[in-house]
């Protein structure tokens, strides 16, 4: 019922500042809680933030904390990962997923899942 498309990654230096974006389809979307993960060929999927319902909970890992800053719009069905000085270990490919069951999203088992999009941070 619901489809994620993330947008926004691309090539940027260390230092520099990326916005990526999750939109989102069905009338559900502000049911859902969101999160941002991470993969790099050959490991697994990590856990970057996620976003509780009304948006007024968040939580990150420690390596972005401080950097990275989750954030949604249920007007427009969309979240977001404003994401700041990076580094070269946050190359990734980061995907958007949703699950209106909060242990599920942090479990990285979620119900929805984006195609995700690359993020290459440059030395």
């Known amino acids: 019922q619901v489809q994620l498309v993330e947008s926004g990654g691309g090539l940027v230096q260390a230092g520099g500042s990326l916005r990526l974006s999750c939109a989102a389809s069905g009338r559900t979307f502000s049911n859902l809680h969101l999160a941002w993960f991470r993969q790099t060929p050959g490991k697994e999927r990590e856990f970057v933030a996620t976003?509780?319902?009304?948006?007024?909970?968040?939580n990150y890992a420690d390596f972005v904390k401080g950097r990275f800053t989750i954030s949604r719009d249920n007007a427009k069905n969309t979240a977001y990962l404003q994401m700041n000085m990076l580094k070269p270990t946050d190359t990734a490919v980061y995907y958007c997923?949703?699950?209106?069951?909060?242990?599920?999203?942090?479990?990285?088992?979620?119900?929805?899942w984006g195609q995700g999009t690359q993020v290459t941070v440059s030395s």
């Open positions: 997923a949703a699950d209106d069951f909060f242990p599920d999203l942090i479990q990285g088992i979620p119900d929805y």
């Open positions: 976003i509780m319902l009304s948006g007024g909970s968040t």
